[in-house]
């Protein structure tokens, strides 16, 4: 079965300074994984991608994410953070023991930047 | 990207009663999919609405509690049933992009049963 873990319920970081949010997975198949943001009481937001290439991708905001395939890491980066990235961010991975196009969320990191 | 709206964006309910809620994407799309969250929680998916076939449900979840229509391939409803404090929650319609593999949400309903 697919599953991703995000093992920090919460990180905080000061305005300015680079933030890592963390997440592992775990597939079956070929691992399509996914960052998404949701801010407060607001719809999610999808930030970027990974399905195959270059282990470094970019995303909306000044996002980027690392694959690492041996590590089985996914982990969310972003050089200098800004007030405004405070939301709550999810990790997902494609789920392929479904026939239907499902995607399974991680439990969430909420990401709080201090001015 | 898809282009999704939901109708009511919140709602207060009695326990026992039901509630509709519309979601709208601007495209015409395969699948669509509801979830449930908890504020501040992930997302648990209900289930997954083909146009023309009987929704797919995950397991905890029944059509008798949540019927779903897909009548063409550009809107959805979800009904919450015979509502309790326990359906209490968010409620999000989301759309699988086309050609690409990530999904893109509506705004979401925020259904609060008394």
């Known amino acids: 079965a697919q599953s991703v873990a995000q093992p920090e319920d919460q990180v905080n970081v000061a305005e300015g300074n680079p933030l890592t949010v963390k997440c592992t997975y775990s597939?079956?198949?070929?691992?399509?994984l996914f960052w998404y943001v949701q801010y407060p009481n607001r719809g999610l937001q999808f930030l970027l991608k990974y399905i195959t290439g270059d282990n470094l991708v970019k995303g909306s905001y000044g996002f980027e994410a690392e694959f690492n395939k041996s590590q089985t890491s996914f982990h969310l980066k972003k050089p200098s953070a800004l007030v405004s990235d405070s939301a709550l961010y999810f990790c997902?991975?494609?789920?392929?023991?479904?026939?239907?196009?499902?995607?399974?969320f991680g439990s969430g990191t909420r990401l709080s930047i201090r001015p | 990207s898809a282009v999704i709206s939901q109708k009511p964006s919140r709602d207060i309910c009695q326990r026992g009663t039901s509630l509709t809620i519309q979601c709208q994407v601007d495209s015409q799309v395969t699948m669509m999919f509801w979830y449930r969250q908890q504020p501040g929680q992930s997302l648990t998916l209900i289930a997954t609405?083909?146009?023309?076939?009987?929704?797919?449900?995950e397991s905890g979840f029944v059509i008798d509690k949540f019927p779903i229509s897909r009548p063409n391939l550009t809107f959805s409803t979800l009904t919450v049933s015979n509502m309790s404090p326990e359906d209490s929650s968010i409620y999000l319609c989301?759309?699988?992009?086309?050609?690409?593999?990530?999904?893109?949400f509506g705004p979401g309903t925020r259904l609060t049963v008394t």
């Open positions: 997902a991975v494609r789920d392929w023991d479904s026939s239907a196009s499902k995607i399974i």
């Open positions: 989301s759309v699988e992009g086309s050609g690409v593999y990530e999904q893109y």
């Open positions: 597939v079956s198949g070929n691992p399509y």
């Open positions: 609405a083909n146009q023309g076939s009987e929704a797919t449900y």
